[in-house]
């Protein structure tokens, strides 16, 4: 393993998310780019919350919506393998999503 991936693992995620924070507050971080930080940053927030009392954004809901919609399938594999903290196929139903 290279020196720099060795380093890079080391990162904690609580390292990581205030490193992604102090990013998206500089004046030249474009609105595209703002987007991906801001879906970042809710994603490691949500990692230390228990997935039972979660709070997810509209905009986070929104595209569970829309990704439950084009392929359950798919969103039901994103739940099993935890690459995303999403709500639940249960809460989303419940939410009208």
């Known amino acids: 393993m290279l020196w720099n991936q060795t380093v890079l693992l080391r990162i904690?995620?609580?390292?990581?998310?205030?490193?992604?924070?102090?990013?998206?507050?500089?004046?030249?971080?474009?609105?595209?780019?703002?987007?991906?930080?801001?879906?970042?940053?809710?994603?490691?927030?949500?990692l230390d919350v228990d997935k039972h009392g979660r709070r997810y954004s509209p905009k986070l809901l929104v595209f569970s919506n829309i990704l439950f919609s084009v392929s359950s399938a798919a969103y039901q594999r994103v739940l099993?393998?935890?690459s995303l903290a999403l709500?639940?196929?249960?809460?989303?139903?419940?939410?009208g999503l």
């Open 12 to 46: 904690t995620s609580k390292q990581l998310l205030k490193s992604l924070e102090l990013l998206h507050q500089q004046d030249h971080v474009s609105n595209a780019d703002s987007t991906c930080l801001t879906f970042l940053i809710e994603q490691l927030k949500l």
């Open 80 to 82: 099993e393998t935890n």
């Open 87 to 95: 709500p639940s196929i249960i809460q989303s139903k419940r939410r």
